[in-house]
């Protein structure tokens, strides 16, 4: 089960310049084969068909863990890419003087089409993201390697994409992901390590590229050592997590640590409406009806 919170993992800034071909770009790491909802998948169904976790509870935990983190991941890949798109269109009720226009220079016209100029669950070109992305072989080593693999491969990736927009709000979003997913890279690799004894952390950061380079990841780093803490996003479970997370980061010596729980987010940034999408909708909702509802309730709106 997911304990959700109304919170996002990281602090966006809204963007200086929207741009739906950014957005189109950033897609890439949220449907892509190396994107957020690929990691989720797979280390969900990973979890959810461990065989023998009794006895390899500690591998169990550490999959269950970071499997909770991505849904987070992907929530900030989203907004990100829907902040990107707000205002890239004229805002208005009447369909006459096309205020839709502009996205026919866009790369990726479903952003209009297919979604209240917001994300889609699809890579960079508009292709739908597929199970075929998800590897559960069933063998503990072999799925520790993959997610080394997928994770290295999904660091590279969101590298090519920090290059390719220059805006605070993505560079924000990707400086924060290159941190949390180093740390899982380094996480099966360790998992890696205590499985077989081959030293896997001598090869990262897998690119060679330190996160030292990306100022928003850096700040991160220095101020609030996230690329320490392994995080078991469970008030309870999943403390055998620790076994595996212990000794010192591989690439600057300081010492890792497991914080039993999650963090504590900030609060979404609001997403205006989009009349021109008919997005929301539902004009003819009453907010005072509920308002009146939800004081006899006790609650506050």
Known sequence: MILRYDRLAVELPKPKNPSPNDAAAVQELLGGKFGEMSTLMNYTF????????????????????IA??????????????NLLLTGTT?????????????????????HFIASGQTALPVDSMGNPWTG?????????KLDLLHNFFLECGARANKMRVYEMVSDPCARTMIGYLLVRGG?????????????????????????????????????LQDQQKLHLKLYTFSPDDY???????TGNHPEDGQPLEVIQGGFQGVPYPKLEEEPQLNSPGADDYDPDM????????????
Not at 53 to 60: E, G
Not at 132 to 140: E, I, K, Q, R
Not at 239 to 245: F, L, R, T
């Open 46 to 65: 990973q979890s959810f068909n461990f065989r023998g976790r009794d006895r390899l509870r500690p591998f169990y935990d550490l999959t269950c863990s």
């Open 132 to 140: 075929a992305n998800v590897f559960s072989s069933g063998n503990l």
């Open 239 to 245: 403390k055998q997590a620790g076994i595996i997370w």
């Open 183 to 219: 740390l899982h890279v380094v996480a099966y690799a360790k998992a890696l390590e205590k499985l077989t004894g081959v030293e896997v952390t001598k090869l990262v950061p897998v690119p060679e590229l330190s996160n030292d380079a990306f100022p928003e990841a850096k700040k």
């Open 68 to 81: 909770a983190e991505e849904y987070s991941h992907i929530e900030a890949v989203s907004y990100a890419i």
């Open 90 to 110: 004229v805002r208005g009720k009447d369909p006459v003087p096309a205020p839709l226009k502009d996205a026919t220079d866009a790369r990726n016209t479903y």
């Open 290 to 301: 509920f308002k009146d509802i939800a004081k006899k309730m006790g609650m506050k709106m």
